[in-house]
């Protein structure tokens, strides 16, 4: 599976910032989707993961409310849309895929397969 992560950008503390990620090369139905992030000199963490049809959704207490993920199985991508954000969502944003729904998304070990490469998003206060 190929990820290309798209979308992030400066933006002030309070805007609101939409992340796309396009699937390519397997059966985009077949997998989970979500992102992490990492912010610098921090590890990477969970921010969030939509199952297979897009009926559910998990998300990290920090950004529960704020954050809302989406996908079209049409298209082969997901959205993570975030509002109110905060200078503390600065990091590099990372789409993830997995045939699994569960912890090998929220941990305490991440486990996911496919990882795309980060788009940076910067929130300044």
């Known amino acids: 599976v190929q990820l290309q992560a798209s979308g992030g950008g400066l933006v002030q503390a309070g805007d609101s910032l939409r992340l796309s990620c396009l699937a390519s090369g397997a059966t985009f139905r077949d997998y989970a989707m979500g992102w992490f992030r990492q912010a610098p000199g921090k590890e990477r963490e969970f921010v969030g993961a939509?199952?297979?049809?897009?009926?559910?959704?998990y998300y990290a207490d920090s950004v529960k409310g704020r954050f809302t993920l989406s996908r079209d199985n049409t298209r082969n991508t997901v959205a993570l849309q975030m509002n109110s954000l905060k200078p503390e969502d600065t990091a590099v944003y990372y789409c993830a895929a997995d045939v699994r729904y569960g912890s090998s998304w929220w941990g305490p070990v991440y486990d996911v397969d496919y990882w795309g490469k980060g788009t940076q998003v910067t929130v300044s206060s």
């Open positions: 939509i199952t297979w049809s897009g009926a559910g959704a």
